[in-house]
């Protein structure tokens, strides 16, 4: 397996710091972005997420890409 290089990006992949963003720019870290198809798969998902004290945020694959980005300023 090959070393994973977090300096660069991919077009797929932008990093944070070439974007012109810092780590502190993420609005809230214990935020959980919870994807799934099935409704109730995303409700039970986002309960065993809230237990562990993080928040969740639960979409459809759908939407998930533009919530996404709207979280990462």
């Given at each position: 397996?090959?070393?994973?290089?977090?300096?660069?990006?991919?077009?797929?992949?932008p990093n944070l710091v070439t974007r012109g963003s810092t780590a502190e720019a993420i609005r809230?870290?214990?935020?959980?972005?919870?994807?799934?198809?099935?409704?109730?798969?995303?409700?039970?998902?986002?309960?065993?997420?809230?237990?562990?004290?993080?928040?969740?945020?639960?979409?459809?694959?759908?939407?998930?890409?533009?919530?996404?980005?709207?979280?990462?300023?």
């Open positions: 397996m090959c070393p994973v290089n977090r300096e660069g990006e991919t077009p797929r992949h809230d870290p214990s935020q959980v972005l919870v994807v799934g198809r099935s409704p109730i798969n995303r409700v039970v998902i986002s309960k065993i997420v809230e237990r562990s004290g993080l928040k969740p945020i639960s979409e459809s694959p759908d939407t998930a890409a533009r919530i996404l980005r709207s979280l990462i300023p």
